[in-house]
């Protein structure tokens, strides 16, 4: 095979590369259209049934804070156990259990 044959063979090769490509960047072209139709309709849609959007921030705002809270309650409930269980240790101990019997008068 001469050198010329074989740089035709590269350049043919590279031509069907920059086709994939050029068909690539149609299909890209067409998903990015497409998502911009997409979030265009949402904010017309928001404009349009304000209601709905508040109704919507409603409900994700009571999940949120209920989330928040049900966190909140296991993660004070391990450590107080965790505390609970270095009852042991002298120094700590004492101190510990000082804040236990505060928190206990309280309830």
């Known amino acids: 095979m001469s050198p010329t044959d074989e ?40 404009y349009t049934a304000p209601r709905k959007l508040i109704y919507i921030n409603f409900l994700a705002g ?15 409930a391990i450590l107080g156990w965790l505390l609970s269980q270095s009852l042991t240790i002298p120094i700590i101990g004492d101190y510990i259990k000082d804040i236990m019997n505060y928190i206990r008068s309280y309830q």
Do not use: S, W
């Open 7 to 46: 740089l035709l063979q590269k350049v043919d090769h590279l031509l069907h590369e920059l086709q994939q490509v050029r068909k690539l960047n149609e299909r890209m072209d067409k998903i990015a259209m497409f998502l911009e139709d997409i979030r265009l309709a949402d904010i017309v849609q928001n």
């Open 62 to 76: 009571l999940a949120r804070g209920l989330g928040l809270t049900i966190g909140t309650a296991i993660i004070l």
